[in-house]
Structures are given as structure tokens and as C-alpha cells.
């Protein structure tokens, strides 16, 4: 269970004291002792991401009765006597398109525009914006933009893959030739 603010303090927690605080850590190994139990190899940024969405659902599904019983249980010590969030219900897994759809936030980028994945310090592929579709992703939760690249001869997955997929967020302009 997470460490429940009593009180408020001067300083600063360091990031692993934050994750030990909010038992984000207590999430993340639960998740991981699951994946393993049931055979399944879980990457670093799938497990983030699965637990992002398991907050997310957490935060947009709280209701009045479970969110009273936790503020009493705060005010009075009480935490053992704290139930699961058990009416929680998770998102369908394949969503209706939004309500508000055509009318959905403009693509950043056209056709023909020459992108590249944003890069953490290594190599990334670039190519031509070819295509763009609305689509939900999962990874967030909510409806985005993703574009179909024609990669360029030199790009380093061109030699096994021709054209790939990317969600907007996951793309820059090409400003300058790449080596």
C-alpha cells in the first residue's frame, strides 16, 4: 500500500524516494511477477506504459463511496480496514471512434513531410510522411494521429523493412541530411 501523506515536509524526495512513497515500485514488481508467472517477456517500455494506463483507468473510474472510504480511513488511522477498488472497470479494448469525430485536432504533419523518430542519443529511422490515420492508442489511452514513413535507402531498418508506422508524438521534423 502507498505511504499516505500525514504531513507535509520541507524537503524535496529524491525520484526513488517518490516511487517508494506512491508504492510505484510496489506496482511495477507486481507487474513484472505477473508477466513472468504467466510466461510472458515484458519490455521496459511495456511495463511502463501498462502501468500508466492502470493509474490512468484508477484516476478516471474513482467514485464518491471509494474515494470517502479512503479519505476516513486517512483522517482516522485506519488503513487496514481498507477495501480493494474492486468497481473499477477497465476500458474497452477496442474503443468507438470519439464523439467528436471529423472534428479532432489537426495533424502536425502532411504528406511528403520528411520526419524522424526523436532519438534518445541513438540512431533512428527517417523517411517520407506517405500516409496518416486516426487511431487509438492504447499506450495513452486516448485517440492520436498516426502516420505511415517510407524510409529512406539509408535510414538503418531500411534494409529489412520498407515503410513503418508512428504515432505523432514519436516524430520530428528532418531538418538536416542524416550521415
Not at 4 to 22: A, K, Y
Not at 102 to 107: A, G, H, I, L, S
Not at 127 to 138: D, K, L, Q, T
Request: aromatic content about 10%.
Amino acid at each position: 500500500m502507498a505511504n499516505p501523506v500525514l504531513h507535509p515536509t520541507d524537503r524535496s524526495p529524491s525520484h526513488p524516494q517518490i516511487l517508494e512513497h506512491f508504492a510505484l515500485n510496489d506496482l511495477l514488481h507486481r507487474l513484472k511477477t505477473y508477466s513472468s508467472q504467466a510466461g510472458i517477456s515484458l519490455e521496459p517500455q511495456e511495463l511502463e506504459s501498462l502501468a500508466a494506463l492502470l493509474i490512468q483507468t484508477l484516476a478516471a473510474n474513482l467514485d464518491d463511496n471509494l474515494l470517502a472510504s479512503y479519505l476516513e480511513a486517512i483522517r482516522h488511522h485506519k488503513f487496514e480496514a481498507l477495501g480493494h477498488p474492486s468497481s473499477l472497470k477497465l476500458p474497452a479494448p477496442c474503443p468507438s471512434l470519439p464523439s467528436h469525430f471529423p472534428n479532432v485536432e489537426t495533424p502536425q504533419f502532411l504528406y511528403g513531410d520528411r520526419l524522424r523518430w526523436i532519438s534518445d542519443g541513438q540512431a533512428t529511422d527517417w523517411g517520407i510522411v506517405i500516409g496518416r490515420f486516426y487511431s487509438f492508442a492504447p499506450h495513452c489511452c486516448c485517440w492520436h494521429w498516426c502516420y505511415l514513413i517510407w524510409l529512406d535507402p539509408d535510414s538503418p531498418s531500411s534494409a529489412w523493412v520498407t515503410a513503418d508506422l508512428a504515432w505523432e508524438e514519436d516524430l520530428e521534423p528532418l531538418e538536416t541530411e542524416e550521415p
